[in-house]
């Protein structure tokens, strides 16, 4: 009987499983290049409208015109869970009225110059699931 432990492997998901697991989740992180380094800023988020809309603790000006948005949840004692990336054109809300209501309904870290909504029109989702041995 062996007793060596099952291995680690990464399940893709099909998009309509990466999606729903990111509705599922409120928090993850807002990445992007600026001045060619990486940027990598915590976020709240909410799906509507086929959009992601995000509310992050960075300047809108730095706001590129892309970026990628990764969620995930991992248990780490059994090395399971599953992590999902969207990634498209991204815009700061400007609107009053429709920023007023993003920071009402998602959680922020800032307020001020560094407190954004950003929206980002989804051209790419994708989605593992961290799985053991046969398990997906």
Do not use: C, K
Request: net charge neutral.
């Amino acid at each position: 009987m062996s007793t060596a432990p099952a291995s680690l492997r990464m399940v893709e998901v099909s998009g309509a499983e990466a999606l729903w697991l990111l509705e599922g989740s409120a928090l993850g992180r807002l990445v992007y290049t600026q001045r060619d380094l990486p940027v990598i800023r915590p976020g709240w988020h909410t799906w509507e409208y086929g959009r992601l809309v995000v509310r992050a603790p960075v300047q809108a000006a730095a706001v590129p015109l892309t970026a990628t948005y990764q969620v995930d949840e991992v248990r780490a004692a059994t090395g399971t869970g599953w992590t999902v990336t969207v990634a498209g054109p991204a815009e700061v809300i400007t609107d009053p009225n429709e920023a007023a209501h993003y920071r009402r309904t998602l959680t922020g870290w800032t307020y001020g110059p560094h407190d954004t909504i950003v929206r980002v029109h989804p051209q790419s989702v994708s989605g593992f699931r961290l799985a053991r041995g046969t398990e997906s």
